[in-house]
Structures are given as C-alpha cells and as structure tokens.
C-alpha cells in the first residue's frame, strides 16, 4: 500500500481525501466534516476552510465552491 502526505499537515497516512473547497488532499486528520450528498457525491471540507466563513457557508448549503460560484453568477444574470 503506498504512503500518501497529507498536504495541509505534511504528516504521512494511508488515506487521503480531496478537500472540495481547496483542492489539497488532506488526511482524515485534517477533515473538519464530510457529508454524503447524493449515492455517489460526498463534500469533503477540511480545518482550515471551516475557519472560512464563505466556504463553510457554501459547505452547509452542500454545495462545492465551483457550484457556489456557478449559483451566484446565475443569480447575478437574473438581475439583469
Ligand atoms: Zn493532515
Ligand atoms: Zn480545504
């Protein structure tokens, strides 16, 4: 099984998983929360985008930050 390094603690683990709001794979350590969204979807957040406000409020409306933006610039054509 090959060693993996976690990219936010540098510490060596087995598992990592992709955070959705940084990209960096990061430990299950460093995971703050996940949930599953849909059978195949699941949100990965790790500690230091739960500190950021818009990241943990786009992690609660279960959406990733690509989807959050997406959201928004359809929200802002609307207003035209
Ligand atoms: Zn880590
Ligand atoms: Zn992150």
Redesign the pocket.
Known sequence: MAIKVCERCKRETIKTET?D??S?KICLDCEKATQRIQKLTRLV??K??WGIMPRRSAYKNRHTMAQEAAAVAAEAAKAF
């Open positions: 955070c709001y940084c960096r957040i790790c230091d985008c």
